[in-house]
Nanobody, 129 residues
Framework: VQLVESGGGLVQPGGSLRLSCAAS????????IGWFRQAPGKAREGVAC????????WYGYSVKGRFTISADNAKNTVYLQMNNLKPEDSAVYSC???????????????????????WGQGTQVTVSL
């Protein structure tokens, strides 16, 4: 299994970025996958997750209404569209996959508990003037 993130960078407050997670090595269906972020000195938190092959999504409270997660089955890619970015959104964003098939999107984002997790290397997002 391989997850490769891209799309991070430096953006001004109020700006937008789209992150991509190119996935390979597993069937792109019926697994929970999502975006997680970790800022210096803080614990990793679930940002947005989706259950592949369904419309089931979950968003963290701080990003609801600003971020949108989507999946392109033809490209085996998960996206995170981030709008109206704030300085507190600055963090390393990682793509995480729950290969256990046990929980849904909310469970994976909230619990981050899986017997078969897979993580990408992460991409830095910095929101600053």
């Amino acid at each position: 299994v391989q997850l490769v993130e891209s799309g991070g960078g430096l953006v001004q407050p109020g700006g937008s970025l789209r992150l991509s997670c190119a996935a390979s090595g597993f069937t792109f269906d019926n697994y929970a996958i999502g975006w997680f972020r970790q800022a210096p000195g803080k614990a990793r938190e679930g940002v947005a997750c989706i259950l592949l092959g369904t419309d089931s999504t979950w968003y963290g409270y701080s990003v609801k209404g600003r971020f949108t997660i989507s999946a392109d089955n033809a490209k085996n890619t998960v996206y995170l569209q981030m709008n109206n970015l704030k300085p507190e959104d600055s963090a390393v964003y990682s793509c995480g996959l729950d290969l256990s098939g046990y929980g849904g999107s909310a469970y994976w984002c909230l619990q981050q508990n899986s017997k078969r997790p897979s993580w990408g290397q992460g991409t830095q997002v910095t929101v600053s003037l």
